[in-house]
């Protein structure tokens, strides 16, 4: 079975600067990889997803992912925070036809 | 833009009690999932159904039972709620596969449940 592993419970970083989430995956068949974001007391709401193509994923509110496929990770990127990016962030693949298998979340938490 | 809905976003119930959460989606999704979302263990998959009357179990369905008997809507049952199902559920449809579906699930706001 596949699984997905995030390194970080929570990561807590200075508004304005970089921040990395990590993310590492096990998996033998094709891997299709998932951000969400989770906004206090919301839904999750997609970031990027990678499928197949360039491993360098851009998404939504200036995140980007890479896959690295020897490395089996799925790293979330952005090269400067704001406090309105204080929220849980899930990495998640898809297993067998169309379910999601979800790591146990990050908490970003944005100082001023 | 994709909508799914969920009943409540807040739900107070007693042990024993027979819960019923409700999710309705409007982009005529043939995948309907639910989830439970517990601090440190991420989102785990209960039950799934890709059509109408078809449901198969998630990773813990214990204490649940689901319904689907429109294609919008996908209700998850607690036949006599515990004080261990207190939890925050969410909601997602997705489309089909054979579609060139992009795989993308579209999640509901959640409704936080508390048995007491």
């Known amino acids: 079975a596949q699984s997905v592993t995030q390194l970080d419970s929570q990561v807590p970083v200075f508004e304005e600067a970089p921040v990395e989430l990590r993310c590492n995956y096990s998996?033998?068949?094709?891997?299709?990889l998932f951000w969400y974001v989770q906004y206090p007391n919301q839904g999750l709401q997609l970031l990027l997803k990678y499928l197949s193509g360039s491993t360098l994923v851009k998404g939504i509110n200036g995140f980007e992912a890479e896959f690295n496929k020897s490395q089996t990770s799925f790293h979330l990127r952005k090269p400067s925070v704001h406090i309105s990016d204080t929220a849980e962030y899930f990495c998640a693949s898809i297993q067998g036809a169309q379910k999601l298998v979800f790591g146990q979340g990050t908490r970003l938490t944005i100082n001023p | 833009d994709v909508k799914v809905t969920q009943s409540s976003r807040y739900l107070v119930k007693r042990t024993g009690e027979k819960v019923f959460l409700e999710c309705v989606q409007d982009m005529d999704h043939e995948n309907m999932f639910w989830y439970r979302q517990d601090p440190g263990l991420g989102l785990r998959l209960i039950y799934f159904?890709?059509?109408?009357?078809?449901?198969e179990k998630g990773d813990i369905p214990e204490g649940y039972s689901v319904s689907r008997e429109k294609k919008e809507r996908f209700s998850l049952i607690l036949e006599s709620a515990s004080t261990n199902q207190t939890s925050m559920y969410l909601c997602?449809?997705?489309?089909?596969?054979?579609?060139?579906?992009?795989?993308?699930?579209?999640f509901g706001p959640g409704t936080r449940l508390t048995v007491t």
């Open positions: 998996s033998s068949v094709s891997v299709y």
């Open positions: 997602a449809s997705s489309s089909g596969v054979g579609t060139s579906g992009t795989y993308e699930q579209y």
């Open positions: 159904s890709y059509d109408v009357k078809m449901k």
